[in-house]
């Protein structure tokens, strides 16, 4: 029976990607267990620990396709324990000497934080590839409409003119930090979790250090200093990072299905043969792709709040605690998986309607304009006194449904400070982008060279 929206096959698709459930598959989950097993037991064997035979049989056992994971799941509800049946299980293929040496001086979360680490690096792997796709796009974006005047907006409403270029360079600029972010997070996380009951390492002997970094660099992790089980800083900066990146490309979605409503139509998501917008309104074509995008957001933000109370641990391991990240991590990654995927592919169909922007521009009948006229009024008679002058004619001007350049013919005072000639070129939108360009320019020209937007 299917419950989850990861599992529904209707609905699977708006949550996750099959790449990602693939990497958070129990199936996956529990062969990466396996992996840490045959790394400690081939590193053990290297250090005289244990036998180079049991190693070797370990390794051969080492395949979750030997085990039958229905079998473990009915002995963990037996039990009450998380690992112990699948070294049952894996055992089942080991001769009884080189059993005696599986899971040798390792505990419990040794290998399921280390495994979930290893899943997390698997992960980042896809993000990467779609972020730099996602990038790419916005690159594109930022050059092919540098230009591209529209209306600039704060606290809803009209404020000054900026260029469709401008806003997605500042979206690809913050994608950018988030890229960053992911390379140093990265170092930090993708570690190994090898230190015994209360992290002592008692269990592994003098050779403790030596047998973590030789697993830690057959698995590809980096080793440790001091335990981290009951600091959880680790997975939960991972966490947050996606939490992160989920929230930017959550506000473009937001952007991007505001911008699609009728009354702005402004950008338009690609629409398919077949797409249906409504069951019963046939002419409808909704934005599902934005909406979708700004949705997944708000799903791993949550997940991110959970990890936050897992960094709340008690003493040197707290089961409490610990068990809540088997729910908010894969949680988080699959939905982050999905957001990253689907905004690629809402920024590739993309439509921008640049007729729809001059008229929206066109909405306040120059009003727009008021900063500038200002600005260059008040080197003549002083900003307040411009201010003033510049409300008292918008004010009038609005009330009486006139056009920015006819309110400000009509005052006596304005009138006498400018010409007609120069009312009509400081109402000009195109004209007062200030470094929009220089801006974009920067950012784009730093951004294509990027090794982030290499990735593929």
Known sequence: MRVSVFDMITMQHLWS?????????????LQKWL???????????????????????????????????????????????????????????????????????ATTQDVVDTGLVLQLREADAVYRRD????????????????????????????????????????????????????????ARVFVIMLVGAVGTQAS????????????????????????????????????????MISATLGKIGNELFNLQSNEFAEVEEGFSEGKLGSSTMPHKRNPVAAENVAMLSRSVRQSASMMLEAMVQEHERDGIAWKSEWKAVPEACLVAGAIMFQ????????????????????????????????????ERVGKNTAHEWLYEAS?????????????LAAH???????SAEEIERLTQPGDYLG?????????????EAAPWLQVQ
């Open 412 to 418: 006596p005072h304005i009138a006498n400070a400018f």
């Open 131 to 186: 972020l730099a796709v996602i990038g790419r796009e916005l690159v594109r974006l930022s050059k092919a409409h540098r230009d591209t005047v529209m209306v600039g907006r704060t606290h809803g409403v009209q404020a000054l003119p900026i260029t469709f270029g401008h806003k997605c360079a500042i979206w690809l600029d913050e994608l950018s930090r988030h890229a960053t972010r992911l390379d140093q997070a990265g």
């Open 35 to 105: 992996d840490f097993e045959v790394a400690l037991a081939a590193t053990q064997a290297k250090l005289g620990i244990i036998p180079a035979a049991a190693a070797q049989a370990i390794a051969a056992a080492g395949d979750i396709e030997l085990i039958d994971i229905e079998a473990v799941a009915e002995e963990v509800r037996r039990v009450k324990h998380t690992l112990v049946p699948l070294l049952k299980g894996m055992q089942k293929n080991l001769s009884k000497e080189a059993a005696e040496y599986l899971h040798y001086g």
């Open 204 to 243: 592994y002997g003098a050779s403790a250090t030596e047998i973590e970094a030789g697993t830690a660099a057959r698995l590809g992790l980096g080793a440790t200093e001091i335990s981290w089980a009951p600091a959880r800083d680790r997975i939960a900066e991972y966490i947050m990072v996606l939490a």
């Open 343 to 378: 905004a690629g592919a809402l920024l590739k169909g993309l439509r921008i309607d640049k007729l729809a922007m001059e008229r929206n521009i066109k909405l306040m009948k120059g009003y727009l304009l008021s900063e500038r006229v200002m600005l260059e009024l008040g």
């Open 17 to 29: 990607t099959p790449e990602t459930r693939r990497i958070f598959s129990e199936k996956n989950r």
């Open 435 to 447: 470094m929009t360009g220089a801006s974009i320019d920067r950012v784009v020209a730093r951004e």
């Open 395 to 407: 004010m009038t001007g609005i009330e009486k449904g006139q056009s920015f350049d006819a309110a």
